[in-house]
């Protein structure tokens, strides 16, 4: 295999680890790296990620995975060794998902990132990382667009959707006590919504949940009144992002917003795939408390100030939302279509 050119139009063949490869953003990070030449180990416990998500390059000779969680992956300590950039994507994601067992997400999202931290520091300070934070760290300042130096408003203790940012928060704050004492080269990327195939609507996201509703002919179920607002990025765009990000080193030892600024509400996003999908499906109007299960306090806004992302990568959008919807739509079509044809049979 070459020796990769990436982004920054150096030569360079990276030994690449990726915690939670097998999931959403993971499995494109692992793509990605794969086509440029690179050589990727993905570890991965397959809770919410899937093999489905790897299986286009599954067989390729550069692709190693292993089955494991990566709180107790014994791999760990030669992995760093040898990787010359990690990106740990392990982590409890979703509002469905993270209200139903909220101690899963405190040890994988707080002790599998200080796991991460405690054995690169002590086997290889040159390593890269990307450390995945979130928009949910802004929390609820009630702002309509955050920039990366804003306060953090948390609420009090009794709303359990807190914990997910909160986990979040103890990894920006691990990072940043992690080089204090070592050269570790951390981006810490607080990612807004993303999108894109391989994303499952199981645990709350909007857009698969949509989608996948408006092309069964089902009704689009609004929660609340559709009024809070999101703005989305296709994940293909994000994952040149947290590349450009891990080989610049202006960046190193940053907090830099990873998303798109095109913000639209969550009624007008039904409207749209319903009309890009040309479906007849009707919107539905459900309660928080409906949809969740308890009281549920929801963001109004949440849309990213970029100007730092832009100054450190030259990074702009190739996706336009549009393109995005029309190519899940297709898949999601092409998805039923194989699931009809291996029922029927
Ligand atoms: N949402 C919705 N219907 C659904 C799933 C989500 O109206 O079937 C709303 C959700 O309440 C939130 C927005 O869509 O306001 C985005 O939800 P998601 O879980 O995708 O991401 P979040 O931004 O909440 O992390």
Not at 78 to 89: P, S
Not at 288 to 297: Q, S, T
């Amino acid at each position: 295999m070459n020796a990769s050119t990436n982004d920054t139009g150096t030569d360079r063949r990276l030994n690449v680890l990726i915690t939670g490869g097998a999931g959403f953003i993971g499995s494109h990070l692992a793509d990605m790296h794969l086509q440029k030449g690179d050589s990727v180990t993905i570890v991965d416990n397959l809770s919410t990620g899937s093999l489905r998500n790897i299986a286009g390059f599954r067989k390729h000779p550069d692709l190693q995975f292993h089955k494991a969680d990566i709180l107790y992956w014994e791999g760990i300590d030669d992995a760093m060794h040898w990787a010359d950039r990690v990106y740990h994507m392990a982590a409890v994601v979703g509002v469905k998902k993270v209200l139903s067992d909220p101690r899963v997400v405190m040890a994988t999202n707080i002790a599998g990132t200080e796991r991460i931290f405690r054995v690169a520091s002590r086997a290889n300070p040159d390593i890269e990382m990307i450390i995945p934070s979130s928009s949910e760290v802004y929390g609820f300042s009630g702002k309509p667009f955050f920039s990366e130096s804003d306060d953090i408003v948390l609420r009090p203790l009794d709303h359990h959707r807190w914990i997910y940012a909160v986990s979040k928060l103890a990894d920006e704050y691990l990072a940043m006590a992690y080089r204090k004492h070592s050269a570790a080269k951390v981006v810490v990327v607080r990612l807004f919504n993303t999108v894109g195939p391989n994303q499952t609507g199981r645990y709350g996201m909007v857009v698969p949940t949509f989608i996948s509703q408006a092309v069964a002919g089902e009704p689009l179920t609004i929660y609340g009144n559709g009024h809070q607002a999101r703005s989305f990025c296709d994940v293909r765009d994000t994952v040149v992002a947290l590349d450009r990000l891990a080989c610049n080193p202006q960046a190193q030892g940053e907090i830099v917003n990873v998303g798109s600024d095109a913000e639209r509400s969550i009624r007008e996003l039904a409207e749209l795939i319903v009309e890009r999908a040309g479906s007849s499906s009707p919107l539905r109007f459900i309660s928080y408390a409906d949809a969740y299960g308890e009281h549920f306090e929801d963001h109004m806004h949440r849309r990213p100030d970029i100007r730092k992302l832009h100054s450190l990568t030259g990074f702009w959008h190739h996706w336009q939302f549009n393109d995005t919807l029309d190519d899940l739509i297709l898949r999601e079509r092409e998805r039923r279509a194989v699931q009809d044809h291996t029922v029927g049979v």
